[in-house]
Each structure stands twice: as C-alpha cells, then as structure tokens.
T-cell receptor, first 115, second 116 residues
Framework: AQSVAQPEDQVNVAEGNPLTVKCTYS??????LFWYVQYPNRGLQFLLK????DNLVKGSYGFEAEFNKSQTSFHLKKPSALVSDSALYFC?????????????WGLGTSLAVNP | NAGVTQTPKFQVLKTGQSMTLQCAQD?????MSWYRQDPGMGLRLIHY???????DQGEVPNGYNVSRSTTEDFPLRLLSAAPSQTSVYFC???????????????FGAGSRLTVL
C-alpha cells in the first residue's frame, strides 16, 4: 500500500540555523512528490514538487528538497531558517500510473523557528 | 484573481441541522476536492470532482454530499450534522488530475465548523 511518513511531529530550530523536515514514502513506480506549507489559520500553499530530473528541487521562500530514490525520501531543507518559516509542513506523494495515482498526504510536521 | 473562495469561514451548527459549505474557483480548474483537517489525522479527502457533472467519493464521504453543476462551483452539503463532523474543511482545486505536473493544488482559506 502507498504511504507517506513524516517521522517528526515537531521540529524546533533557532533562527539562522539550517532546517530539515523529513519525509519518507512508499509507492510503486516513480513517484510525484510535493511539499505544502500551512501558516496559522490559513489554507495550504504549494512549496515545491519533484516530478523527474535533478534530485535537488528548489521552491518558494528559499526552500529546497532532495529526492533520494534509494532511501525513498524527500526531505525539505532551508539553509537559514526565519521566524516567519514557523508553520505546519505537509509532504504528499502520488504514483504516476494506474491505481497508484491517488494523492497520499503525510500527517504534517510543525516547524517552530525560535528567535 | 481570487483563487479558491470558501464560505462561510466559521459556522456553528446543532446536531441534526443541515448546511452547505460553498467553494468557488476562478482559475478554470477541472479538478476540485474537499478535505477535512483534524488534529493528528492530517488531511482526509471527502469528495472530489474531475469536471462538471462528475463527482466521486474520497476516503471519508459518509454524511456529506457534493454536486458539480458548473466548472467554478463545488458545494459540500452536510445532510444531518453530527459532532464528529466538527472540523476544518478545505476546498482545493487543480488544473487536472492526471499527467506530469498535475496535482499542484490551490487551497481555499478553510471553513471551521463546530457541531454541538
């Protein structure tokens, strides 16, 4: 069965330090991978996606994510965290063929960036 | 460009009452969907539509109805509200469901529903 895991409910990081929000997945075939962010009392916003090509994907607000096929991971990263990055982050994965095309969501990771 | 507009933002219902959450998008998106977000449960798909006149069930459809008479609108109806339907509801749309680059969803701001 397809699944997405975000192993950390919460990540705390000091402002200016690098941040990583982890995501691992299980899906047959080549996946489409997404990160979305939800600021307090707002809807989700698209950050970045991996479809094919370069394993390092750059997205909005200085975020990037690295696709690692052997580890089935798609971790979200930012070199220098800002207090304004504090939000809830969701990883999502979708297979690209047949019955695996359903979008599967992780449960979310709450990122707190401390001044 | 308004994107995805949801109304109302807040609603309190009594058990057994019915109501409709409205969702409208102005991006000519074919695909529209409704999610509910509950603490510790992430996002769960309620119903979705791949085009006008076509709807299908997601993973938690019970107690909800939808219709898609136009490309722009995708209302979610609660037939007889129950406390278990207390949640935050999000409408989301995308250009299409399939193909490379698909499923970049645009979300509405959410509707917070409390059922007493």
């Amino acid at each position: 069965a397809q699944s997405v895991a975000q192993p950390e409910d919460q990540v705390n990081v000091a402002e200016g330090n690098p941040l990583t929000v982890k995501c691992t997945y299980s899906v047959s075939g080549n996946p489409y991978l997404f990160w979305y962010v939800q600021y307090p009392n707002r809807g989700l916003q698209f950050l970045l996606k991996y479809i094919t090509g370069d394993n390092l994907v750059k997205g909005s607000y200085g975020f990037e994510a690295e696709f690692n096929k052997s580890q089935t991971s798609f971790h979200l990263k930012k070199p220098s965290a800002l207090v304004s990055d504090s939000a809830l982050y969701f990883c999502a994965v979708r297979g690209n063929a047949g019955n695996n095309r359903k979008l599967i969501w992780g449960l979310g990771t709450s990122l707190a960036v401390n001044p | 460009n308004a994107g995805v507009t949801q109304t109302p933002k807040f609603q309190v219902l009594k058990t057994g009452q019915s109501m409709t959450l409205q969702c409208a998008q102005d991006m000519n998106h074919e695909y529209m969907s409704w999610y509910r977000q509950d603490p510790g449960m992430g996002l769960r798909l309620i119903h979705y539509s791949v085009g006008a006149g076509i709807t299908d069930q997601g993973e938690v459809p019970n107690g909800y109805n939808v219709s898609r008479s136009t490309t722009e609108d995708f209302p979610l109806r609660l037939l007889s509200a129950a406390p278990s339907q207390t949640s935050v509801y999000f409408c989301a749309s995308s250009y299409s469901e399939g193909g490379a680059g698909a499923n970049v969803l645009t979300f509405g701001a959410g509707s917070r529903l409390t059922v007493l």
